[in-house]
C-alpha cells in the first residue's frame, strides 16, 4: 500500500500532470468549450498525487505553510468541481416597469443546480447612462426594487461593477439596453387585455435598425415593429446621456397594411385591437449563481498566504549567497 | 505635450543608464553610482509624466497600448532598479536586463500616444490591485531573467570573462529561484484579484478568455520550473533555460495577447 502511495506521490507524477493540465488549457481553449473534458483527467490526477504526497512526504511535516499551500490547491480544485455543478449562468431583458418572473432568455446550468430562480422577483425601474464625446460609454445606472428578506421593499441602484444579488443570485446589467414599444392587446370575444413590450435591437449599437417582427399573443398573426424618430438622442460630438425620444412614431406592418402610430393609437384587426400604449427602455442582465465563490476567494486567499509564509520562512532562514551547496533545493 | 517631452527625457535617462553599465561589463569597469543615478532619474521623470498624463486624463496608464508600455517600462525600470540598488552583487546583470527593456522602449516610441477612453468595467479599484501584483510579477521574473542571462553567458570564454566576479552559478541560481518563487507568489495574487474584478465587471471570475487562458498557462510555467528545481535537482544552466521560458511566456500574456484578441480585457464592453 504505502509503495503504491509513494509512486502516486512522485514529483515526477506532479510535473507530468501539470504539463498534461497546460496541455489540456491549450486544447480546450483551441477547441472552445472542451475545458471540462481536457482539465478534468489531469487535475482529477493532480489531486491524487497531492493528496498521496501530503500523506507520505516529511517535508509537509516540516513546513506547515506548505501543506496548507497545496490542501489550498486542492480544496479550490473540489471548490471548482462543485461551482461547475451547481452553477448558473443566463441572460435576461426586462421592460422599464416590469418584473422578473424567474424566466431566462437563456441559461446554462450544472447538472445540480436546485433552481430557486422562480422565487426570485425584482422590477427594473430604468436606467440611466450617461455618454462621452466618440459614443463612449459611462457608468449604467439602473433602478431597481425588490423585496428584502425581511419581505420589505427596497429600491437599489445598481450597474456595471454593483450586482443586484437575491437568494444567491446575482443580477449584473449588460451593455445591452434600448427601446421598448408597449402594446396593449384586446383580443376580440372578450379576453382580458394583455400588455406587453417589444425590445427594439440593442440601442445605440443599432441605431439603423430599430425593427422586429413578433407574433400577436394567442394568433399565427405576424407583426412588424419599426421606431422612427428624427432626433440626434446621443450625439457623438458632445456628453449626452441614454433617453427616450421627444417625438417619435412607431411603424407597424400586418400583412400588407402599414400604419403609423403614436401613444394611445389602436389598430383595428378582426382577431381583437392593437392599442399603442407609448415607448419605454428595456435592460439586459446577465445572471450568475455560484454559490462557492466566497469559498474560493477565502480558500485562494489562504492558499497564497501559506504559500508566501513558506516562502518567507524558507528564504529568512538563510541568505540566498551564503546557502550552502548541498542545501540548494 | 510637456508629459511626452517629460517621457522622452526618462527614456533618455535610461538608455545612458543602459549603455554605460553595457560598455561597463565588456570593459571590465564598475560605474555602478552613474548608473544607479541615471536610473533613479529616468524614473523620477517617468513618474511625473505618467502622474501628468494620469491629471489630464483622469485615469491611470492601462487603457491603450502606449499607456500599458509606458507603465510597464516604468515598473520593470523600478524593480530592476532596487534590485540593482539593494544587491550590489548582481549589478552586472543589467547588460542583460536593458536590452529588453531598451526593446520595449523602442517599442512605446513607435506607438500613438494618442487618448483612449476608459471602459465603465474598470471603474474599480480591483483593477489597481490586479496590475499592482501583475507589476511585482513581472518585475521578479525579469531581475530572474538578468540572473540567468548571466549564467548562460558565463558559458561562453567571453561571457565568462566579463561576467567573472558575480557569485558562482549556485548562488545565482539559487537567487533566480527566489525571484520565481516571489513572482509565483504574485501572479497567484494577481490571478485572484483578476478573477473578482472580472466577476463585478462581467458577472464571471473565470471564462477562459484568451488573456486568462495566457495568464493561467504562465503560472502553470512558474509551478512546472519551482517544481522541476526541487525534483531533479536541475543544473543552474537548465533552471535559467526554464526562466527564458517563464520570461517569453509572461511577455506574450502582458504584452501580446491584449493586443491581439478580441476580449472584454480590452475593455471592449
Redesign the interface.
Known amino acids: 500500500m504505502m509503495r503504491v502511495l509513494r509512486r502516486l506521490a512522485s514529483?515526477?507524477l506532479?510535473?507530468a500532470a501539470?504539463?498534461w493540465?497546460?496541455g489540456g488549457?491549450?486544447y480546450?481553449?483551441w477547441r472552445e468549450g472542451h475545458?471540462t473534458v481536457a482539465l478534468v483527467p489531469p487535475l482529477l490526477l493532480l489531486a491524487l498525487n497531492l493528496m498521496a504526497a501530503v500523506a507520505t512526504h516529511s517535508a509537509f511535516r516540516r513546513w506547515n505553510g506548505l501543506l496548507i499551500f497545496h490542501l489550498g490547491l486542492i480544496a479550490i480544485v473540489l471548490l471548482a468541481a462543485l461551482g461547475r455543478l451547481t452553477y448558473l449562468?443566463g441572460r435576461v431583458e426586462l421592460s422599464q416597469g416590469e418584473e422578473f418572473g424567474g424566466r431566462l432568455i437563456e441559461s446554462d446550468a450544472g447538472s445540480w443546480h436546485a433552481g430557486d430562480l422562480h422565487r426570485v422577483k425584482f422590477f427594473n425601474e430604468g436606467f440611466r447612462i450617461a455618454y462621452?464625446p466618440?459614443l463612449?460609454?459611462?457608468?449604467?445606472r439602473n433602478l431597481v426594487r425588490f423585496l428584502d428578506d425581511s419581505g420589505k421593499e427596497q429600491t437599489k441602484e445598481i450597474?456595471?461593477?454593483?450586482?443586484l444579488v437575491l437568494s444567491g443570485y446575482?443580477f449584473?446589467t449588460s451593455?445591452n439596453k434600448g427601446f421598448a414599444p408597449a402594446f396593449i392587446w384586446h383580443p376580440a370575444g372578450g379576453g382580458a387585455p394583455m400588455l406587453g413590450t417589444v425590445h427594439l435591437p440593442s440601442y445605440p449599437v443599432n441605431e439603423y435598425r430599430q425593427a422586429r417582427e413578433w407574433r400577436l399573443p394567442g394568433t399565427a398573426i405576424q407583426v412588424w415593429t419599426l421606431l422612427q424618430f428624427d432626433e440626434v438622442l446621443i450625439n457623438p460630438d458632445a456628453t449626452s446621456e441614454f433617453k427616450l425620444p421627444d417625438r417619435h412614431k412607431l411603424v407597424v406592418r400586418i400583412g400588407d397594411r402599414r400604419h403609423e402610430l403614436q401613444p394611445g393609437d389602436a389598430v383595428e384587426l378582426p382577431e381583437g385591437r392593437l392599442e399603442y400604449d407609448g415607448l419605454r427602455t428595456w435592460m439586459g442582465y446577465?445572471?450568475?449563481y455560484?454559490w462557492t465563490?466566497h469559498w474560493?476567494?477565502v480558500v485562494?486567499?489562504l492558499?497564497?498566504g501559506a504559500?508566501?509564509w513558506h516562502?518567507w520562512r524558507k528564504?529568512a532562514a538563510r541568505p540566498?549567497?551564503e546557502?550552502r551547496?548541498h542545501e540548494?533545493? | 505635450m510637456i508629459e511626452l517631452k517629460i517621457l522622452w527625457a526618462a527614456l533618455l535617462a535610461y538608455v545612458f543608464a543602459g549603455s554605460i553599465a553595457i560598455v561597463a561589463v565588456l570593459l571590465k569597469k564598475r560605474p555602478e553610482r552613474t548608473v544607479l543615478a541615471l536610473m533613479t532619474a529616468g524614473l523620477l521623470l517617468h513618474t511625473a509624466s505618467i502622474a501628468m498624463r494620469w491629471e489630464r486624463l483622469g485615469h491611470g496608464p492601462f487603457i491603450t497600448l502606449f499607456e500599458i508600455l509606458s507603465s510597464n517600462v516604468w515598473s520593470m525600470m523600478l524593480a530592476f532598479a532596487l534590485a540593482y540598488w539593494r544587491i550590489p552583487?548582481i549589478r552586472p546583470s543589467a547588460a542583460v536586463v536593458m536590452p529588453v527593456l531598451f526593446t520595449v522602449m523602442g517599442w512605446l516610441l513607435m506607438t500613438n500616444p494618442g487618448e483612449g477612453?476608459l471602459?465603465?468595467?474598470y471603474?474599480?479599484i480591483w483593477l489597481y490591485i490586479h496590475i499592482g501584483f501583475g507589476k511585482v510579477f513581472f518585475g521578479a521574473v525579469l531581475i530572474a531573467l538578468g540572473i540567468s542571462g548571466v549564467i548562460l553567458a558565463r558559458r561562453t570564454a567571453f561571457g565568462a570573462g566579463r561576467f567573472e566576479r558575480l557569485?558562482d552559478d549556485?548562488?545565482l541560481?539559487?537567487?533566480s529561484f527566489?525571484c520565481m518563487?516571489?513572482g509565483?507568489?504574485f501572479e497567484?495574487?494577481m490571478l485572484?484579484a483578476g478573477?473578482?474584478w472580472a466577476?463585478?465587471?462581467?458577472?464571471?471570475?473565470w471564462a477562459?478568455d484568451?488573456l486568462e487562458?495566457w495568464a493561467?498557462?504562465t503560472w502553470?510555467?512558474v509551478?512546472?520550473s519551482l517544481?522541476?528545481?526541487?525534483?531533479f535537482?536541475l543544473s543552474p544552466r537548465l533552471g535559467a533555460w526554464l526562466v527564458i521560458g517563464v520570461f517569453v511566456s509572461a511577455f506574450l500574456t502582458f504584452f501580446g495577447v491584449p493586443f491581439i484578441s478580441n476580449t472584454p480585457h480590452q475593455g471592449a464592453?
Open positions: 514529483l515526477k506532479t510535473l501539470l504539463v493540465l497546460g488549457v491549450v480546450g481553449h475545458f449562468t462621452s466618440g463612449q460609454r459611462g457608468q449604467t450597474g456595471d461593477q454593483t450586482p446575482r449584473y451593455p446577465t445572471v450568475f455560484d465563490i474560493l476567494l485562494s486567499m492558499t497564497v504559500l508566501g516562502y528564504f540566498w549567497n546557502t551547496l540548494m533545493t | 552583487a477612453h471602459p465603465p468595467t471603474h474599480t557569485p549556485r548562488r541560481a539559487e537567487l527566489r518563487a516571489i509565483f507568489v497567484t495574487l485572484i478573477a473578482i466577476q463585478d465587471a462581467w458577472g464571471r471570475y477562459w484568451p487562458t493561467f498557462i502553470l510555467i509551478g512546472i517544481h522541476a528545481r526541487l525534483t535537482n464592453v
